[in-house]
Every structure is written in structure tokens, then in C-alpha cells.
Nanobody
Framework: QVQVTESGGGLVQAGDSLTLSCVAS????????VGWFRRAPGKDREFVAG????????DYGDSVKGRFTISRDRVKNIVYLQMNNLKAEDTAVYYC?????????????????WGQGTQVTVSS
């Protein structure tokens, strides 16, 4: 079983930046596609960003394009989500998801392993 752990959430003000990190216990984590999703209160889970095993393919949800950046350090085995110009509507629990395969997907069905989530709260 692969353990996925997110960190870096917190309470910030609108316009601030925050960086989330995702690590996984899989020995092959550097070869897995990784996605970030979020769920706001009363809303469905939403795709935020995804990155393929080598960073060659990256995708973003429409609501975060131009503000969020996903990246990965394959040596340290960490995937980051840099969030800039945060808005109140970005408030949600953010989840990291790992695909057994090398690709990333915009669908939650494309991932087999999920973290417990980290809360991001943006005050306006």
C-alpha cells in the first residue's frame, strides 16, 4: 500500500502565496503521474493540476490556470503545488493523488492512491 502525504496548508489572506508538498512511500514515486485535487465545502471534488512522471506533461484546472504551478523534484521525490494570488474561492481541502502509471489525469478515476488532504483557507 502506498502512503501519500500532503503538507503546507494553512490560513492565508487573499493575494498571498502558499506551496503545498506531496510525498509518497512508493519506491517508484518518481515514475508515477501525480495530481492535485480539492474539495470545497458543499462542492464536488475538483481537478487542480496534474504532472506526468518526468514533468513533460502538465495540466491545470481552468480556475487555477495562471496562478498555480505544479512541479516535481524527482531526486527528492516531492511534488509541489505553488499557489499564487490566492482567492477566497480557493479555500478547500487539497488532496494529492498518485497514479500507478506514469501519466497524469484530470479525472480522479485516474489515480489509485490518495492522501488525507491538507486544509487551505483563504480569508478575504
Amino acid at each position: 500500500q502506498v502512503q501519500v502525504t500532503e503538507s503546507g496548508g494553512g490560513l492565508v489572506q487573499a493575494g498571498d502565496s502558499l506551496t503545498l508538498s506531496c510525498v509518497a512511500s512508493a519506491r517508484t514515486f518518481s515514475n508515477n503521474g501525480v495530481g492535485w485535487f480539492r474539495r470545497a465545502p458543499g462542492k464536488d471534488r475538483e481537478f487542480v493540476a496534474g504532472i506526468s512522471w518526468n514533468g513533460g506533461a502538465i495540466d491545470y484546472g481552468d480556475s487555477v490556470k495562471g496562478r498555480f504551478t505544479i512541479s516535481r523534484d524527482r531526486v527528492k521525490n516531492i511534488v509541489y503545488l505553488q499557489m499564487n494570488n490566492l482567492k477566497a474561492e480557493d479555500t478547500a481541502v487539497y488532496y494529492c493523488a498518485v497514479n500507478r502509471r506514469a501519466t497524469a489525469s484530470t479525472s480522479s478515476n485516474g489515480y489509485q492512491y490518495w492522501g488525507q488532504g491538507t486544509q487551505v483557507t483563504v480569508s478575504s
